[in-house]
């Protein structure tokens, strides 16, 4: 049985920094590709940044340069370091993994729970 569980969701001032952390289990890190996603209550929810099994990283032109998406493939778990956080990076945070990279892009076939992070002074 697949689980994604996030962790380091919070409420942090504007300019300031989160981790986030997604345990996998089920999954061999080696074959699964690994993101993180976001949802705003009442908007689609977006990819973040997403990086392979090969450890490529690919990130959303709105947090490039202030978020950084790495994985421990011995923990079996993705990190996600977000930097200079700005209200809008407001949302419900979601880890995801799929074997496939195509479905990275669109419909990621695990998702973790979801962990909120708030920006606001």
């Known amino acids: 049985q697949v689980q994604l569980v996030e962790s380091g969701g919070g409420l942090v001032q504007p300019g300031g920094s989160l981790r986030l952390s997604c345990a996998a289990s089920?999954?061999?890190?080696?074959?699964?590709?690994m993101g993180w996603y976001r949802q705003v209550l009442g908007k689609q929810r977006t990819l973040v940044a997403r990086i392979t099994s090969g450890g490529i990283t690919n990130y959303a032109d709105s947090v490039k340069g202030r978020f950084t998406i790495s994985r421990d493939f011995a923990l079996n778990t993705v990190y996600l370091q977000m930097n200079s956080l700005k209200p809008e990076d407001t949302a419900v945070y979601y880890c995801?993994?799929?074997?496939?990279?195509?479905?990275?892009?669109?419909?990621?076939?695990?998702w973790g729970q979801g962990t909120q992070v708030t920006v606001s002074s």
């Open positions: 089920g999954i061999m890190p080696s074959h699964y590709h």
């Open positions: 995801a993994a799929d074997m496939f990279l195509a479905k990275m892009d669109s419909l990621p076939g695990y």
